[in-house]
């Protein structure tokens, strides 16, 4: 005679106390628990069940998460940059973490290109979304390198002033929540840029095109701008002489902001970045660096504060701080190095070198031999938080 199988309720205790379904867990109990998960894990969690993968998808559950990155200690990705001239490109981009510490870096993310990915300038962060923008060309790419999305946005205006780094701001609108690429373009302009006609225009993500907004008042430089909480902190000069800041509101228009008073219109060394949520110019000066921070509270005029000077062990072509976290500043110098300024004491140390020092793995833990034969290597890096906020989503 066949036996029946056995009911919920005729298993012994032992054993029904191991069979919890993943359904059975409370909504709110749920949603703590994976809200302290990386993104790797949620995105695998999202096909144990429908319930699961809704929760995850929600709107509410990316924002939520994206909360608890930004209170997380932040991470650092590494994106090597191998130099070639056109109209040799690079056939992929690779994007890799890198803890702070130690000489090891992680494969997080790598796209090949069937038409190639050209030379690029200084990557751009916001929320987990990392922009790559070709110098020579209209090429931009937005990654989310955590969970695996990468697009390539459409061609934008033709630019007169091609030849140098394109001019790409990107940040959130914090009226609707929406993720902007801001790009200025140079129509004509003279060889002593006495005459100009410079644009500006939008790329929403999750839109089909780029979007003409205001004109710039002046002409913008091609110093990597800078993003704060709704709006873009662009270097320009109202005249070839005459230094001066812009800040585009991501929801209105471009507005006059103060320049450091050590700001000059020739410096190539000097960076604008952001440094601890503040608005900070690194002023380059041969043996040191000159940590200039904004001061905006939006009630007084803005004014600029000599924060900090550090002092290099070598003379420096480049250099920008791009993180600030448990007292340290943590410097890009050189295209090449990590260093780490403790404030309190003055000291300075290098953390690593990312051509000579770092070990690059593949998720297995394999080695990544990512340089192309004879190429001349360079290495972009940036504060980085994972987050699950999505390109197309948007």
Not at 281 to 299: I, R, S
């Amino acid at each position: 005679m066949q036996r029946r199988p056995h009911a919920r309720g005729d298993e012994p205790a032992s054993k029904r106390q191991h069979k919890v379904e993943a359904t059975d867990i409370p909504d709110d109990v749920l949603e703590q628990v994976l809200l302290r998960l990386p993104v790797k894990s949620l995105m695998h969690f999202k096909s144990v069940c429908k319930s699961w993968r809704d929760t995850i998808a929600s709107p509410h559950f990316e924002r939520c998460q994206l909360q608890v990155s930004r209170a997380r200690r932040p991470s650092m990705l590494v994106l090597p940059l191998w130099v070639m001239d056109p109209p040799f490109r690079m056939d992929r981009i690779m994007f890799f973490a890198y803890p702070g510490h130690g000489a090891a870096a992680e494969l997080m993310h790598e796209k090949a290109w069937s038409t190639g990915i050209e030379s690029f300038g200084r990557p751009l962060h916001c929320d987990g979304l990392i922009v790559v923008a070709a110098a020579l060309s209209s090429q931009i790419f937005v990654c989310n390198p955590a969970t695996k999305e990468l697009v390539a946005l459409p061609a934008g205006s033709p630019d007169y002033c091609y030849g140098c780094h394109q001019k790409i701001g990107f940040g959130v609108d914090p009226s609707n929540g929406k993720y902007k690429a801001v790009r200025c373009f140079e129509r004509y302009s003279n060889e002593d840029m006495t005459s100009y006609s410079i644009g500006c225009e939008t790329f929403t993500l999750g839109e089909r095109a780029w979007k003409m907004v205001v004109d710039p008042p002046y002409l913008v430089k091609p110093m990597t701008p800078v993003c704060l909480p709704g709006a873009i902190y662009w270097s320009n000069g109202i005249t070839p002489s005459t230094q001066t800041m812009l800040r585009f509101d991501l929801h209105k228009e471009f507005t006059v902001f103060p320049a450091p008073p050590c700001m000059e219109l020739a410096d190539l060394s000097s960076d604008l970045t952001d440094l601890d949520g503040k608005l900070c110019y690194a002023l380059a000066l041969n043996h040191t660096v000159q940590l200039w921070m904004a001061e905006d509270d939006g009630v007084r005029p803005p004014k600029w504060l000599l924060r900090c000077t550090i002092v290099l062990p070598c003379p420096t072509l480049e250099i920008a701080p791009f993180s600030a976290y448990e007292g340290s500043i943590y410097l890009w110098v050189d295209l090449t190095y990590i260093y780490r300024y403790n404030p309190d004491h003055g000291g300075l140390e290098r953390v690593v070198d990312m051509d000579k020092e770092m070990s690059y793995f593949h998720l297995q833990g394999t080695m990544c031999p990512y340089r192309p034969a004879g190429s001349n290597s360079v290495y972009c890096v940036m504060q980085y938080s994972e987050t699950l906020v999505s390109i197309r989503g948007h």
